[in-house]
């Protein structure tokens, strides 16, 4: 990898907003980018694009998903960007995009439903690069990261001509420094007086990362009008999901319309669920420990359900919430914890899982495999229970349960 982003210190989804609410963030820190409007409704759509008496005009649906321009709607209309100088067309577009479903690459099978569209100044780029800020670990804080080699995936350009990327870390006391913000323009290739309005734009740029507590603000590309004017054209923004208390206006913005209900329901309980195609479920603490219980699981045989990280600070609820949600899955067909108690106390999660066996009046099987602190403790909760919980002795143990569970129905 090219770079390392901060990670999250608990199991929140990360702040996903759309594509004019991170360019009107831009504007207002003084970024430039294209004129634009919203719109809702097609007459709304066409009033905008005069509005703008623009030379080219460029509509865009507003979804989570990429892959937008090679996207299908339900109404026939093919792909989600669309170019035209006719403001006319705009409002015919509009008309065939707002209330249908958008289905691209990333989307569900179904698509998703569009209820915005964005209205922009089309125009033309001579030259593009790219240029982003984003927190370093190895740094211990902001790094500024530019390539002359924009509008392609960064990653490439990194491993090909890694020559071409350039890197500058920010100290957090000073900021960006004069001298370092011409250099990077020097760098991104931009010439002349451009040379300054590059510069200026970068430091806008390290204002906004910090005015909205951001992990990374990424710009690919950075281009250069034939006009002479440099200009943000598309932009990527992460927010430190911590800093919510203080940025409430921004994560205000947050459309949640396109977010699995499941998992929006395991947010709330500090739970991160992932839905898979399985019939096991899968309930484990960290990532890492539930990307290997779903392997061995799929090593025996079995497919997983879902993916369900608790986390480091359990509490007594969460467990059962998170029984409430497994058991909810009509998919679901046996369920595998798999608790490595470190920060976790194992007594904690085995008093949520026998709360959840009774009160939910869990019908399927149930492994348990617990190890780390208080585990003994655990095994006693769990033994004089008296509920048909079976135990297990490692990970490759459970899986086998697990699995054999299925096969004996």
Known sequence: MLFQCSLQSNPRRWLNLQEYQSKKLMQDSGVTVQRFFVAETPSAALEAARKLNAKEIVLKAQILAGGRGKGVFNS??????????????????????????????????????????????????????????LMDRSCNGPVMVGSPQGGVDIEEVAAKTPELIFKEVIDIFEGVRDEQALRMAVNLGFKGPLERQAADQIKKLYDLFLKVDATQVEVNPLGETPEGRVVCFDAKINFDDNAEFRQKDVFAMEDMTESDPTEMEAAKYDLKYIGLDGNIACFVNGAGLAMAT??????????????????????????????????????????????????????????????????????????????????QEAKRILSESGLPIMAANDLDDAARKAVASIAKK
């Open 76 to 133: 026939g209309l093919k792909g989600g960007v669309h170019l035209t100088k006719d403001p006319a067309v705009v409002g015919e577009l509009a008309n065939k995009m707002l209330g249908f479903n958008l289905t691209t690459k990333q989307t569900p099978k179904e698509g998703v439903k569009v209820k915005t569209v964005m209205v922009a100044e089309a125009l033309d780029i001579a030259r593009e690069t790219y240029f982003a800020i």
């Open 294 to 375: 779903c392997d061995i699981i799929d090593l025996h045989g079995g497919k997983p359900a879902n993916f369900l990280d608790l986390g480091g600070g359990v509490k007594e609820n969460q467990v059962y919430q998170a029984f409430k949600l497994l058991s909810a899955d009509p998919k679901v067909e046996a369920i595998l914890v798999n608790i490595f108690g470190g920060i976790v106390n194992c007594a904690i999660v085995a008093k949520g899982i026998t709360k959840a066996c009774r009160e939910l009046e869990l019908k399927v099987p149930l492994v348990v495999r617990l190890e780390g602190t208080n585990v």
